[in-house]
């Protein structure tokens, strides 16, 4: 018997991560999660677990743009998430390689920066490049606070910094931006979601300690939602309800101090 045709499909364009916390490994994990088939473009290999990155090696810019033409040719890509990209000579291939998608598939760029020991992941100058190349044709941007810092230059103090921030990224080009919000000392955490037709925050339980690929299985849950044609806001709810399930089901490695997300049902 002929099995049917796939129907839709999600792309990853993010980096390997061999712990299987972050990364690729966190973003297949939250595509099957979502019942929908996960391809991937691996960007970097990452030689880490959670208490530091002990190795990165970047992908050449021939491989990936392999990867993406293998990829495209084949399967139903119905939105794309982007994590690590380390070369802005690549962005730049990325991007003229997905402005050439007719329609352009919907995409989140999660603007990736890594904590400073791991800057060489995807440093403010990748990070410039994702803007200009990524950025107009991304359906949202999710950057965390720090990266929204980095991204405006504005400090991110409280709420109200927040939406002043995510105001000045929609002004310089984005689409919509999904700004996820620190700990304001409080025991909840609200994420503001800004869209030309307007502001709707999302407010969740801030789970104790530090977990390790919450920011990956967001923008991928967000991806898997564009796939499954919800509205943004939607993807975004359903995204963030998600995270708050794999915290629920969060285990700890055996030596680091980072919680590791349960996406699936557990042995
Ligand atoms: O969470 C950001 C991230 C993305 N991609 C890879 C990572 C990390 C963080 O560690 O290792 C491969």
Redesign the pocket.
């Known amino acids: 018997m002929q099995a049917p045709v796939i129907e839709r499909s999600v792309l990853t364009i993010?980096?390997?991560?061999s712990c299987g916390?972050?990364?690729?490994q966190?973003d297949l994990n939250t595509f099957a999660a979502f019942g929908v088939y996960g391809a991937s473009v691996i960007t970097?290999v990452?030689a880490?677990n959670t208490l530091a990155?002990q190795a990165v090696e970047p992908v050449s810019d021939r491989m990936i743009v392999e990867q993406m033409e293998s990829v495209l040719e084949d399967l139903p890509i119905c939105a794309i998430k982007t994590?690590?990209l380390p070369s802005v000579a690549g962005i730049a291939i990325l991007g003229d390689l997905l402005e050439q998608q007719d329609p352009l598939i919907p995409m989140v760029v999660?603007p990736?920066v890594?904590e400073p020991k791991?800057k060489e992941?995807t440093g403010e100058i990748a990070l410039e490049a994702i803007r200009n190349h990524l950025f107009p044709l991304a359906t949202v941007i999710t950057p965390n606070r720090e990266e929204a810092e980095v991204l405006t230059g504005m400090p991110i103090k409280d709420m109200d910094d927040m939406k002043a921030a995510a105001e000045e990224l929609l002004k310089g080009g984005s689409h919509a931006v999904f700004l996820k919000g620190g700990r304001f000392g409080g025991q909840e955490i609200t994420d503001i979601l800004l869209t030309p037709d307007g502001l709707e925050t999302y407010t969740h339980r801030a789970f104790e300690g530090r977990f390790?690929?919450?920011?990956?299985a967001l923008s991928s849950a967000v991806a898997a939602g564009l796939a499954m044609e919800k509205p943004l806001p939607e993807a975004v709810r359903d995204a963030v309800d998600y995270v708050q399930v794999c915290l629920e089901n969060s285990r700890a490695p055996v030596k680091g101090r980072l919680g590791l997300l349960g996406h699936l049902p557990r042995d």
Do not use: E, K, N
């Open positions: 993010a980096g390997s991560d916390g972050a990364g690729i966190a970097a990452t880490r990155t994590g690590i999660d990736v890594i791991g992941l390790h690929g919450t920011g990956c």
